[in-house]
C-alpha cells in the first residue's frame, strides 16, 4: 500500500512525487505509455509564458481584477519554478496582436502588469518589422518572464530525481478500474495481459486518456481539444525566440536553427474538438500551419521535417482544475493545464505538496477549485 497514487507521469506529477518523497511519503506513478511525458510534455514545443485561454484583461473583467492577479501570481510562481529545473534560454518572449481589436486587448493587459509589478517593452509601433520580421502584426510586447525551454530535459531530471528518492513509476500500463477501499483507493490495471492492483490513501489524477471515463466526475468537465505542431530548418537569420498571437491560440519557438511552429481553433475551428487520437497528423491543418509560417515569416519554401498533434484536455471554462474533488476525502485533482497554460501545472503540482502536509494550499487561486465545476 502506498501513502499516494498518482495518475498520469508528466513533469508536475513527477515534481510532485519529488517533493512528496522528500518528506518520506511513499508514492506510485501510473503511466499508460511506455515513454514517461510523451502523453504531454515531450510534444511541447518549449515556450511558457503568463496567459490562459482568455487573456488577463478578460480576466479581470469577468472575474474581476482580485481574481485575476491571484491566476497571474499563481503562474509567475510556475515560471519560476521553470528557472530553478532548467538553463535558461537565451531567448525573448514576445506577445503579437493581428488586428486592431487584439491590439487594444493587449495594451489594456500590459496596463494590468505593470499595475501588478511586471511591465514590458512595446515593440516600436512606428515599424514593427524592424523588431519582428513579419508583414501579419501590428503590434506586439516582450514579456519579462516568458521562457523557452527544452521538455525533454526537464522530463528526464525529474523523472531521475524520482526514481533516486525512490518514487515507483509503473508505466505502459491499461488502466480498468478506480474504487474506494476500506482504507483509501483501490486501482486496477493491466500490463502485458497480466492484471495488477495497488491501493493507497489518496489518489491525484493528473492526466491520462480515458480520465473522462476513469473518474465521472471529469466525464462532464473536461473535453479534449487537438493542438498540431510541426518543425522546419528556418533560413531566416533572426534572434532565438518565443511568441504568441492570435490570442494564443497560434504560438512557436527557436531552438538553435529550427523553428517550432503550433496551432489549434484558428485552423480548423470544428474538426479538432472532442479528437482523442493524438497519433494522428492532420493534413488540413498542418496546411495552415505552413501557410501561416509563411505570412509570419516571409519564407517562400517551408517543408516541415517533422509534424505532430497533442491532445489538451481542458475544462469547460478554460480554467485547470486543481484540489479536492467534492464528496470524494481521498480524491484530488491537479489537470487541465495543458497547451498554451502548460507553466501552471509545476505551480499546481507544489499547492497539492501543501495541501497534503498542510491539509491547505493558502495561495492557490479559489477559482481553481473543482467545486465551482458542480
Request: net charge neutral.
Amino acid at each position: 500500500m502506498y501513502d499516494i497514487t498518482i495518475i498520469g507521469a508528466n513533469s508536475p506529477s513527477l515534481y510532485l512525487s519529488t517533493l512528496l518523497a522528500q518528506e518520506g511519503f511513499s508514492v506510485c506513478i501510473l503511466e499508460e505509455r511506455s515513454t514517461i511525458g510523451d502523453a504531454q510534455d515531450l510534444r511541447h514545443i518549449g515556450f511558457a509564458q503568463m496567459g490562459l485561454l482568455d487573456n488577463f484583461w478578460r480576466l479581470s473583467i469577468g472575474m474581476g481584477e482580485s481574481a485575476a492577479k491571484e491566476i497571474f501570481l499563481c503562474m509567475q510562481r510556475s515560471l519560476s519554478i521553470l528557472s530553478t529545473l532548467t538553463k535558461k534560454h537565451p531567448s525573448k518572449g514576445w506577445i503579437l496582436a493581428r488586428d486592431e481589436r487584439e491590439e487594444e486587448e493587449l495594451h489594456k493587459q500590459q496596463i494590468l502588469f505593470k499595475r501588478w509589478g511586471y511591465p514590458s517593452t512595446a515593440i516600436p509601433q512606428k515599424n514593427p518589422q524592424e523588431t519582428f520580421p513579419s508583414n501579419m502584426f501590428t503590434a506586439g510586447y516582450m514579456l519579462p518572464t516568458a521562457q523557452c525551454f527544452s521538455p525533454q530535459k526537464i522530463v528526464h531530471r525529474l523523472y531521475k530525481t524520482a526514481q533516486q528518492l525512490g518514487v515507483h513509476i509503473i508505466s505502459g500500463i491499461e488502466m480498468t478500474k478506480i474504487d474506494d477501499h476500506a482504507h483509501g483507493v483501490r486501482t486496477v490495471y493491466s500490463k502485458n495481459n497480466r492484471k495488477d492492483e495497488i491501493t493507497s490513501d489518496i489518489i491525484v489524477f493528473f492526466d491520462h486518456a480515458q480520465l473522462q471515463q476513469l473518474d465521472p466526475f471529469f466525464y462532464t468537465t473536461l473535453g479534449c481539444v487537438r493542438t498540431q505542431s510541426l518543425s522546419y530548418a528556418r533560413t531566416q537569420k533572426s534572434l532565438s525566440f518565443g511568441c504568441s498571437a492570435q490570442y494564443g491560440y497560434l504560438r512557436w519557438c527557436d531552438h538553435e536553427d529550427q523553428r517550432i511552429l503550433s496551432g489549434c481553433r484558428w485552423a480548423s475551428p470544428h474538426f479538432e474538438i472532442g479528437e482523442s487520437d493524438d497519433q494522428i497528423v492532420v493534413p488540413s491543418i498542418e496546411k495552415a500551419l505552413i501557410q501561416t509560417a509563411k505570412q509570419c515569416f516571409l519564407e517562400e519554401n517551408i517543408f516541415p521535417n517533422r509534424s505532430w498533434s497533442v491532445i489538451e484536455r481542458r475544462s469547460c471554462d478554460g480554467l485547470p482544475i486543481v484540489g479536492s474533488i467534492p464528496g470524494r476525502d481521498h480524491y484530488l485533482s491537479c489537470t487541465a493545464f495543458h497547451g498554451q497554460i502548460f507553466s501552471l501545472g509545476l505551480a499546481a503540482a507544489e499547492s497539492i505538496f501543501h495541501f497534503l502536509l498542510h491539509g491547505e494550499s493558502s495561495w492557490l487561486p479559489s477559482s481553481f477549485s473543482p467545486r465551482r465545476l458542480l
